[in-house]
């Protein structure tokens, strides 16, 4: 679920190939910036509801839509990235997207939200400023609605985001990743209303299912984990560092094994998911009334299955 607070690879690389951005970000200027926004639709025209919070401001809730029955496998984009390819209604403009489970907002960039039919939201003329805790360059950034975005046969529309007002970047939100270019960052309140997110960092794909129940090998399988719910943080999973039980974000954007509130150069002596144990991993620090995230570079060799609906991430070792 998105929350404000006034806070076919194949066939898309025969389309055309996704352009590239210069990673020389151009703030919007401000009288730039009002224009688009003074063309915002009303939120509730998408079937997001609006409420009043405090300081006379609005927030906003919503979801995206998924059609039943579809799935796509894709290859990531280079080796343990999480970033795939997507594109507009009819597989137009081609791009780049970054899957961050250790997000809990989508964002776009601004050039790329209007060559895919993206409009800026409102309520009574106010719009959606992010009013969040993440990083953001300095750059504003105002909830938006993206009619349809596609990930090969996939369709997800009405997708609520944050458009940040600057053009060739996304800035802080590509977790340092250059290339290929990101235009996109689908966070978990994206991912989490699929029915499975699989991350196969084996055989470097990405597969998404909308409904379809995921099974694990049983043979393959080393443990499987339930997901904690913890609001603004993205996607929670019970852990243990060193047998404390935690809850620990799974942060498979992130290039890095382990972050930890009381980490220090000294590495973890014991990480653990269920049955699935870590020793002696590499831990850098975080501020101290943070979360432990762990990074996609603990998960090298795995295949990491989260099923949203079900509750469950699932951590496979094929023999």
């Given at each position: ?38 063309h915002a639709k009303p939120a509730q025209h998408f079937g ?121 970047s996304l800035g802080p939100q590509t977790r340092n990743i ?41 043979s393959w399988l080393i443990s499987q984990v339930p997901i ?92």
């Amino acid at each position: 679920m998105f929350k404000l607070i006034l806070p076919c690879f194949l066939l898309l690389a025969a389309c055309s190939t996704p352009p590239l951005l210069t990673n020389q970000e151009q703030l919007l200027p401000e009288i730039q910036q009002q224009a688009y926004l003074s063309h915002a639709k009303p939120a509730q025209h998408f079937g997001f509801k609006v409420y009043p919070i405090e300081n006379g401001e609005v927030g906003m809730r919503g979801a995206a839509r998924l059609h039943p029955n579809q799935q796509a496998i894709l290859p990531m984009a280079g080796k343990h990235l999480p970033v795939i390819s997507i594109g507009g209604r009819n597989l137009n403009h081609p791009a780049y997207a970054l899957l961050d489970t250790g997000s809990p907002t989508s964002w776009m960039e601004f050039s790329y939200a209007q060559k895919i039919n993206t409009d800026f939201l409102s309520f009574r003329e106010r719009n959606f400023p992010y009013r969040g805790g993440y990083n953001t360059g300095n750059v504003p950034a105002y909830g938006a609605v993206v009619h349809q975005l596609r990930i090969d046969q996939l369709f997800i529309d009405n997708l609520p985001l944050f458009v940040r007002m600057a053009t060739d970047s996304l800035g802080p939100q590509t977790r340092n990743i250059e290339a290929p270019p990101i235009t996109t960052v689908l966070g978990y309140d994206c991912l989490q209303l699929f029915s499975a997110v699989q991350f196969d960092f084996l055989n470097n794909t990405i597969r998404l299912a909308t409904s379809q129940p995921f099974t694990p090998n049983e043979s393959w399988l080393i443990s499987q984990v339930p997901i904690v719910k913890k609001p603004n943080v993205g996607l929670a999973i019970e852990g243990a560092i060193f047998g404390k039980t935690t809850p620990i974000v799974l942060d498979l954007a992130g290039d890095y094994t382990l972050a930890n509130p009381t980490g220090d150069k000294t590495p973890a002596r014991q990480l653990s998911f269920g049955d699935l144990v870590f020793r002696q991993v590499s831990q850098i620090p975080l501020p101290p009334n943070a979360l432990p995230r762990v990074g996609r570079n603990l998960f090298v060799g795995l295949i990491v299955t989260i099923c949203p609906q079900d509750g469950i991430v699932y951590f496979e070792r094929p023999q």
